[in-house]
């Protein structure tokens, strides 16, 4: 018998309950600290954890409630923001750097550090390579973050993957 597509993930999620169960498989832990009501605090101990403090330490890092206004469609988590003096190559800006980072309001403290640790990476990936989007620095960069596929957002009645997830 073949399994694909949501069938699939499911009795992949629940051999691996069973695993866990067993103590055969290390849980998968949840980073669930609190988040500070100042984002800024929390961006200059990640600045330093992950990204041994190469990002700027005065670049403006806010909540956002305006975020997702007039969005229909889709839902922004977060948005980096950044400025270039010219086109480079495709995905690449010459002389690029971070000039904000928003984070939606309303999310809980896991989706909060993981979209906060993102938008760094794209603020990251525009300082030292020039390079904006999700391209292969960008995933790179992610996955020495601890975020090796993507992002995993749970909401209160089913589990929603980002659609840049690889």
């Given at each position: 018998?073949?399994?694909?597509?949501?069938?699939?993930?499911?009795?992949?999620?629940?051999?691996?309950?069973?695993?866990?169960e067993k103590g055969e498989l290390e849980a998968?832990?949840?980073?669930?600290?609190?988040?500070?009501?100042?984002?800024?605090?929390?961006?200059?101990?990640?600045?330093?954890?992950?990204?041994?403090?190469?990002?700027?330490?005065?670049?403006?890092?806010?909540?956002?409630?305006?975020?997702?206004?007039?969005?229909?469609?889709?839902?922004?988590?977060?948005?980096?923001?950044?400025?270039?003096?010219?086109?480079?190559?495709?995905?690449?800006?010459?002389?690029?750097?971070?000039?904000?980072?928003?984070?939606?309001?309303?999310?809980?403290?896991?989706?909060?550090?993981?979209?906060?640790?993102?938008?760094?990476?794209?603020?990251?990936?525009?300082?030292?390579?020039?390079?904006?989007?999700?391209?292969?620095?960008?995933?790179?960069?992610?996955?020495?973050?601890?975020?090796?596929?993507?992002?995993?957002?749970?909401?209160?009645?089913?589990?929603?993957?980002?659609?840049?997830?690889?």
């Open positions: 018998m073949s399994y694909s597509g949501k069938a699939r993930k499911d009795l992949l999620n629940r051999f691996k309950k069973q695993l866990a998968f832990t949840v980073d669930d600290r609190p988040v500070p009501s100042d984002i800024k605090s929390l961006y200059l101990e990640l600045n330093n954890e992950l990204f041994e403090g190469t990002l700027p330490v005065d670049l403006p890092v806010v909540f956002s409630a305006t975020l997702n206004k007039g969005r229909r469609s889709t839902r922004c988590y977060g948005k980096a923001y950044y400025a270039a003096s010219a086109f480079g190559k495709k995905g690449h800006r010459l002389n690029c750097r971070p000039t904000k980072i928003e984070i939606a309001v309303g999310m809980t403290n896991r989706a909060t550090r993981k979209t906060l640790v993102h938008e760094m990476c794209h603020a990251f990936c525009y300082k030292e390579f020039g390079e904006v989007g999700h391209g292969k620095q960008f995933w790179l960069k992610m996955r020495k973050c601890g975020y090796p596929k993507g992002h995993f957002f749970p909401n209160e009645q089913e589990g929603e993957r980002d659609k840049w997830a690889l």
